[in-house]
Every structure is written in structure tokens, then in C-alpha cells.
């Protein structure tokens, strides 16, 4: 059982910037692909990026592309995600999440959820 906790969440003004932590319990953090998705009120969980387990690999979906940042450190099982240029359609309960030896982009792909944390963007 992977527990995942995020962090960083908040309020913050269109065009600023946020950056969120996702800290997993699991010493094969390397193996995981790690995601993170959102959800806004009344809508579906949606992917936003994702890091690959083999060889950190990056991909991002095309409203936030060029503006968030997906990291890890493996050392400290954690990933991040550096949010610039926020805007107000960003506001979400942002969630992160893992998926053990595989690259992937759909939620039901993905075994450990964390909590979610909010970030809200104010125009």
C-alpha cells in the first residue's frame, strides 16, 4: 500500500505561481509513473502530466503546456509539479497519483490516489 500526500495548495492571483508537493511512503518510488490530475467543480477528473518510472520522461496536457513543470527526486520519493502563469480555469482540487511500471494518462490506470489538495486562482 502506497500512501501519497500532497501539499502546496492554496489561493493565488491569475498569472502567479504555485508549487505542489506529493511525498509517497513507498521505498519503489522509482518505479512508479507518477501523475498529476485535477477536478473542478461539476467536471471529471482530468490528466494534466505525468513523469515516467524508467527514464523520467515528461508529458503534459496542452492547456498547461509550457506553464507547469512535472519533477521527481527520488531520493526523497517525492514528485512536484511547479504551476506559472496560473489562471483562473486552473482551479481545481488538484490530486497525484501512481502507477507501478507503466506510463499512463487515464485515471483508472492509475492504483494510489492522494488526497488532493486545492488551488484556487483568482482572476
Known sequence: QVQ??????????AG???RLSCAA????FSRYTMGWFRQ???????FVTYVSWSDSRTYYTGSVKGRFTIS????KNTVYLQMN???????AVY????AFGLTASMPSQYTYWG???QVTVSS
Request: proline content about 5%.
Open 40 to 46: 473542478a467543480p461539476g467536471k471529471e477528473r482530468e
Open 115 to 117: 488526497q488532493g489538495t
Open 4 to 13: 501519497l500526500v500532497e501539499s502546496g495548495g492554496g489561493l493565488v492571483q
Open 25 to 28: 511512503s513507498d521505498r519503489t
Open 85 to 91: 502563469s496560473l489562471k483562473p480555469e486552473d482551479t
Open 16 to 18: 502567479g505561481s504555485l
Open 72 to 75: 521527481r527526486d527520488n531520493a
Open 95 to 98: 490530486y497525484c497519483a501512481a
